[in-house]
């Protein structure tokens, strides 16, 4: 350690010390008495929370050049770290007691002495309060576009969900304010119109629609419903026309001039204990006269030998009869119109059999689409000539007894013993269905060209038949039929 001369006074004393320092050439002096002794306590302050001195470097003696440089890093370290809380907008708090010759860095001293507790500074939602315009309305929080899409989906959802509820009773509003589609006037044309023994109102409104006498079932039977009191039907023949407003159809059918004598229709397809009815209906000819002539021997007709019944030849149309005529030459006279029509068609005598057994089944199954006839026949033929069996529910049905429907069960179609099941048994069932007309014996003779093995309506109210040569496209044809006539306003025509 370097003494220094007694005689120097201290500010020449700390020039030699700094520049020494400066040149290297000596170290750093260790402090004087009076500078490392602490300054006095405050009366408040206890000793233990007063700020130490400077300390001297290692043993008493004075810091070395890396100590001091050490001691200057520690201070610029300090010094930034009181910049950045100044940035941040963080005050600092002096240590009011360091002494002014103190080395102990900045840093240290703010350390050793945290700031007091700043119990005035307003909190951020004071701060944001009060930097805030006062007059200006808070600013609505944006909604996602995530709530938004789910907003829609709910009201879309709820919108879906109340049509279906409520589109039964709105329609059922529409169709009660909205009046029935109904023609004009007394209409144009001839038809002869039935009315059937035991057929009521509705039956009626339903039968004018099918004859193109009237425009909607709900323009006749809901006039019906206004009268009184109740209009009485009398079974027979009526002359009316074609496109009828539904008041003159009313009052055609109430006015006894209108009713023809002797005169009945035989529907396409009808069967032999429907058509003796319609007869009777029409003719001043009993019922049990009728039905007595028509087990009598076929041969004593004219029939084929095959035959058993009349079933089959006795030709749909409308007929007026002369007067007086027995039940067995009334009968006579439908039969000679089927022959009729079987020799217009070009059907030899020794193929009158088969070509009505054959129509009787294709009258059955085509429904009203005439167009399909020739095709249906096809399929039949193409079963006939690949020796599949026809598999037709109209003849399973007939079998049965049910004359008036195609539908069939299981049971019913497994039942080999029924001899017109063409489901159990090979070829044409054993006589004919119904009484063919002349587009279903035409048909018969004349098939449309086509590979078809299947067919099945799709649409029971329009007629629409999908025809098929895999069995793939035939069930999904039948998937069709089955999801139609799942629709409640569908039922009646699937019963």
Not at 311 to 327: I, K, S
Not at 344 to 362: E, F, N, Y
Request: overall charge negative.
């Amino acid at each position: 350690m370097t003494h220094l001369p007694p005689d120097r006074d201290d500010r020449d004393l700390a020039t030699a010390d700094w520049n020494a320092m400066l040149s290297g050439d000596a170290p750093i002096r260790a402090p004087r008495a009076a500078d490392a002794a602490p300054a006095p306590v405050p009366a408040a302050q206890t000793p233990s929370d007063a700020p130490s001195a400077p300390q001297p470097g290692p043993e008493g003696r004075p810091m070395t050049r890396r100590e001091a440089r050490e001691a200057e890093q520690r201070q610029a370290a300090a010094a930034e770290a009181a910049a950045i809380l100044a940035e941040a907008g963080e005050p600092t708090a002096p240590a009011a007691h360091a002494q002014p010759n103190s080395t102990l860095p900045l840093f240290e001293s703010i350390v050793a002495e945290p700031a007091a507790p700043e119990t005035d500074r307003p909190s951020r939602a004071e701060r944001r309060a009060v930097n805030s315009d006062p007059y200006e309305p808070e600013k609505p929080k944006r909604r996602g576009a995530w709530g938004c899409l789910v907003a829609l989906l709910i009201v879309v959802a709820l919108g879906a969900v109340a049509f279906f509820f409520l589109q039964g009773p709105i329609n059922a509003v529409i169709e009660r304010f909205t009046p029935a589609a109904d023609f004009d006037g007394a209409g144009t044309g001839e038809v002869v119109f039935m009315i059937h023994d035991g057929e009521n109102g509705s039956d009626i409104a339903t039968n004018l629609v099918d004859e193109g006498v009237t425009a909607s079932y709900d323009a006749f039977y809901d006039l019906l419903l206004e009268q009184s009191p109740e209009p009485e039907f009398h079974p027979g023949a009526y002359q009316l026309a074609e496109e009828m407003s539904a008041q003159a159809a009313l009052d055609a059918l109430q006015d006894p001039a209108n009713k023809l004598e002797n005169t009945f229709v035989i529907p396409e397809g009808t069967s032999l204990p429907d058509t003796l009815v319609a007869i009777s209906e029409g003719s001043d000819v009993p019922l049990e006269n009728l039905q007595a002539a028509s087990v009598e021997p076929p041969a004593s007709y004219g029939l084929p030998a095959e035959a058993t019944t009349l079933e089959g030849f006795l030709f749909p149309a409308t007929y007026t009869l002369e007067p007086g005529l027995d039940a067995h030459a009334v009968l006579q006279t439908l039969v000679n119109r089927q022959f009729e029509a079987l020799d217009a068609a070009g059907v030899p005598a020794d193929q009158r059999w088969r070509t009505i057994v054959l129509a009787s089944i294709v009258q059955r199954e085509a429904g009203s689409n005439l167009d399909d006839f020739p095709k249906v026949a096809r399929v039949f033929q193409n079963r006939l000539d690949q020796g599949i069996n026809l598999e037709s529910d109209a003849t399973v049905a007939y079998g049965t007894g049910n004359t008036h429907t195609v539908w069939t069960t299981d049971e019913e179609r497994a039942d080999a013993s029924n001899l017109y099941n063409t489901y159990a048994n090979p070829g044409l069932p054993i006589g004919p269905i119904g009484n063919p007309g002349d587009v279903a014996i035409n048909a018969a003779i004349h098939p449309a060209d086509g590979p078809w093995l299947f067919f099945v309506p799709v649409n029971l109210a329009t007629g629409e038949t999908v025809f098929s040569t895999t069995v793939d496209e035939h069930e999904a044809a039948v998937a069709r039929l089955q999801e139609w006539c799942a629709l409640d306003e569908n039922a009646s025509y699937c019963e």
